[in-house]
């Protein structure tokens, strides 16, 4: 299973950008999220969303992030509204084929927002 996220870059703060991954065929029967891992911690939850569309966010992107997916495409995308330099840390994309954390991970897009 092979999942590639584009998208990052280096925005300022109040800016927006939208990640994506490409999934290919993986069956990703639990569900497909979005994870960072800033420098020097761990790497932390961000969204998900199931095959039913329902969605979960991390209290710290509420109101400024939208995870969505596209199945036809094969797609995950994430949009982030009003960035903030706390954001800046490497974005990873994750499936789950199993209840609990992505089994399946892509390499990361790096995410820099400036104050």
């Known amino acids: 299973v092979q999942l590639e996220e584009s998208g990052g870059g280096l925005v300022q703060a109040g800016g927006s950008l939208r990640l994506s991954c490409s999934f290919g065929d993986a069956d990703c029967t639990v569900d497909m999220s979005w994870w960072r891992q800033a420098p020097g911690e761990s790497r932390g939850f961000v969204s998900s969303?199931?095959?039913?569309?329902?969605?979960k966010y991390a209290d710290s992107v509420k109101g400024r992030f939208t995870i969505s997916r596209d199945n036809a495409k094969n797609m995950l995308y994430l949009q982030m509204n009003s960035l903030k330099p706390e954001d800046t840390a490497m974005y990873y994309c994750g499936c789950a084929v199993l209840p609990g954390l992505p089994n399946y991970w892509g390499l990361g897009t790096q995410v820099t927002v400036s104050s």
């Open positions: 969303i199931d095959n039913d569309g329902n969605t």
